[in-house]
C-alpha cells in the first residue's frame, strides 16, 4: 500500500469533502447601483432561463458573457456567469466572474460564498477564507457564509480557527446539522474522532436527511477504520443528495491515495455508472487506472487517458484533467512532446500557490534541458 504523502499528487481537485457552498443558503443584498443597461438586462435574463433548462449551460453562458459584455457593472450576470463557469470547470474563468460580482456586491452572501468554493476548488483554500473572514466581520449574522468560512480554515489548517467559527454559528443557531457537521469534521481533523462522532449524531437528530452529516459520519467510520460502516453513510448520503456525488467519490479518494487502486477504481465507477459524466469520477478513475498500469501493460494508461481526453472535450479548461493528462504523458507514456503544452496550460490557469506548480515547473525545465525533448 503507497503512503498518502506519494500518491496525494494524482487528485489535485478531488479533495475530500464534507460540504459543497458551505452548507446553507445564502441570501444577496443587492447594492445602490447606477441603473442597469436595457439590453444586458435582458440578456441576463435570457440566460438565466437557459441555464434553468437542463442540459442548456452551454447555450446560457454565451447569453451571460454578452449581458457582461454590455454593461459591467450587472454583478447579478457575473455572479450567474461564475456559477455557469464553475459547473463546466473553467475554475479560472469563474473565478474571475465572482471576483468582480463580489466586487461590485460586497455584501451579497451568495456571491462570496460561491467564490470562496470556486476558490477552494482550485486549492486556495486561504483565499477563500480570507474573503469569507472579511464578510462575516461586515455581517455577523451570516450563517451560510460562516459554515463555508469553517470548511475554508480548516482546508487551509486553521483547525482552531475552524472550530471557533462553528461554534459561531452554533450560539445563534444551537441546532444547525450543517455548522454540527462541519464542526465535527473539524474535530476529525484534529484526530479527536470520539467529539467529531459524538457532534455528528447531533447533527442527525437534527435533521435526520442531512447529507453532509451523513458523509461527515462516513468520513469518521474511514477514520475508525470500518469501510463499511463507511460505505453506508456515503450511499445513503448519495440517496439523500442525488446531485453529489461527494460521498462515494470520499470513499474512492480515500481508497486512491492509500494507493488500493482496484478498489477505488470500482468505487469511482460505480459513481459514473449513476452519472455517466460525473467529471471528478472520470478524472479520480483515470488516476485509479493509471496507478494500475505497468511498462507491459499499457492498457490502463490508454483507458485513463481516454477518460482525460473526454473531460476535456467537455471541459477544455478543467485544471485538474488538463494537470493529470499532462503528468501521464510525460512520466508514464514517454510522450514529452504531447506533455508539454498541457503542463504549460496548467501553470498558466493553476493558482500562485498550487501545490503542484513545483512539481510541473521541474518538469518543463527537465524537458527544456534535455536533447531528446528538442
Known amino acids: 500500500m503507497r503512503s498518502p504523502a506519494r500518491a496525494g499528487w494524482v487528485l489535485l481537485l478531488l479533495a475530500l469533502s464534507v460540504a459543497a457552498c458551505g452548507g446553507g443558503a445564502a441570501q444577496s443584498k443587492a447594492p445602490v447601483l447606477p441603473p442597469a443597461d436595457p439590453g444586458a438586462v435582458n440578456k441576463l435574463a435570457q440566460g438565466v432561463a437557459a441555464a434553468k433548462e437542463p442540459g442548456n449551460g452551454a447555450r446560457a453562458i454565451p447569453l451571460l458573457t454578452a449581458a457582461v459584455n454590455a454593461d459591467g457593472k450587472l454583478w447579478e450576470a457575473r455572479y450567474n456567469l461564475g456559477l455557469l463557469l464553475a459547473e463546466s470547470g473553467d475554475l479560472a474563468g ?203 501493460d499499457p492498457g490502463p494508461y490508454e483507458e485513463s487517458e481516454r477518460l482525460l481526453q473526454e473531460v476535456l472535450e467537455m471541459e477544455p479548461k478543467n485544471l485538474a484533467a488538463t494537470l493529470n493528462l499532462g503528468l501521464l504523458y510525460a512520466d508514464f507514456m514517454q510522450k514529452p512532446a504531447q506533455a508539454k503544452p498541457l503542463l504549460q496550460r496548467f501553470l498558466e490557469d493553476a493558482p500562485k500557490n498550487h501545490p503542484a506548480r513545483p512539481i510541473v515547473q521541474k518538469k518543463l525545465a527537465g524537458q527544456a534541458a534535455s536533447p531528446a525533448s528538442k
Not at 183 to 192: D, F, N, P, T
Open 94 to 296: 469563474a473565478e474571475k466572474q465572482l471576483t468582480e460580482a463580489r466586487a461590485l456586491a460586497p455584501n451579497a452572501e451568495d456571491v462570496v460564498v460561491a467564490l470562496a468554493e470556486v476558490q477552494r476548488r482550485r486549492d486556495d483554500a486561504e483565499a477563500a477564507a480570507e474573503a469569507l473572514l472579511e464578510f462575516v466581520k461586515a455581517e455577523p449574522k451570516a450563517v451560510a457564509a460562516r459554515i463555508a468560512l469553517v470548511g475554508a480554515l480548516r482546508d487551509s489548517g486553521d483547525i482552531d480557527a475552524a472550530i471557533k467559527h462553528a461554534r459561531e454559528v452554533l450560539v445563534r443557531r444551537s441546532r444547525d446539522p450543517n455548522a454540527l457537521a462541519e464542526l465535527a469534521a473539524s474535530h476529525l481533523a484534529r484526530g479527536e474522532v470520539d467529539t467529531a462522532e459524538l457532534l455528528v449524531e447531533e447533527a442527525l437528530k437534527a435533521d435526520s436527511k442531512s447529507a453532509v452529516a451523513e458523509r461527515t459520519a462516513g468520513l469518521i467510520a474511514l477514520k475508525r477504520g470500518d469501510d463499511a460502516v463507511a460505505f453506508q453513510h456515503f450511499a445513503k448520503a448519495s440517496e439523500l443528495d442525488p446531485k453529489d456525488t461527494t460521498a462515494r467519490s470520499n470513499m474512492a479518494t480515500v481508497l486512491l491515495l492509500a494507493g488500493v487502486y482496484d478498489r477505488a477504481a470500482q468505487e469511482f465507477r460505480g459513481v459514473l455508472e449513476a452519472k455517466p459524466k460525473d467529471v471528478d469520477a472520470m478524472i479520480g478513475l483515470a488516476a485509479a487506472r493509471r496507478g494500475q498500469g505497468k511498462r507491459n
